[in-house]
């Protein structure tokens, strides 16, 4: 072959390199498993073909090609979580790359190392928290009295916990009333008693006392969550949800909401939407600088992530509150 004929061939092929990498920069934000897997295969097609032709002719010049590819690349692994779940998990990853001459340096193959990392780097970072958090306890243990003044909201509610756990429903409202004798415009004491009257039936007096705990909450959304967090103490998965739900009409961006409606999810055995709350509380948090929050549900995320071996539930639709 002539050097000409050569040079021909590798303009063509160059032509065919921008086809495949403006594919690739059109369908990176794949929302199916047909998409994730046709992006893939692009993309592995573009980065062959580039090597062959770097390997094939030294007068192309294929800088500008070589930087859009890898910045699809970089794209990639910041997603690579999301990438692996729609391409089914782990062991379908790995099952699907198996199709392909994947090579341990092909960055855009090592999704799963990239991810195991991020999960390591997360739970180093939780270890770490948690050993500054036990010396603090040590510290504030010493100092309680100084520190933490008498808490009559916290202590009716954790009393009232106790009895609850006991199925003693008379012991926690009267516990409830302690708290409220105190501090009678307490949100948090009002979402309460309003729970124990409509456990014991009483829909009335629990309206009642919803409706004052709206009225003194510094806002809507505050309500919403006390109410979904004195659901969750209850053990009322759907409840959770369904407030967490109104929280979120209200603040969209809330973490806290997506963390609290995670945990009602978890409760019910609905594992994937339980994992996909977290991923977005984490994702909140982390923008709101709430590294405590973000930290929580990264470890959560992982852990669940971790017995995905476990056959999925079946999604249920959730009743209204």
Known sequence: MGKYQQEVISHSEADQLRLLIDTCEETQGAKTADEARSFMSTLHQAHRLRQALEDQSTDLD???ESARLAAVDERLL??????IRLLGGDQAFIEYRQQFDARPEDRWWQLDARVA??????????AIAAGIVAVLAVVVY???GILFPPNPVGDAVNSAGTRLDARNLPGALAEIDTGLNQVPTSTELLVWKGMLLELSGD??????????ARDNAASAAEYYLLRGQAYLRLGAADKVIANS???LKLE???AEAYYLRATGYEMKGERILAMQDLDRSAQLAQDAGNDALYAMARYRYAILMQSQDMPEPTPTPTPPA
Not at 78 to 83: D, L, N
Not at 203 to 212: K, L, R
Request: charged share 35%.
């Open 62 to 64: 294929l800088r500008a």
């Open 78 to 83: 910041r997603e690579a979580r999301k990438m």
């Open 117 to 126: 990392a991020e999960q390591r780097r997360t739970i180093q970072r939780i």
């Open 142 to 144: 010493l100092a309680r």
């Open 203 to 212: 829909a009335a007096g629990a309206q009642q006392y919803f409706d004052q």
């Open 245 to 247: 739900d109104e929280l």
């Open 252 to 254: 969209p961006k809330s």
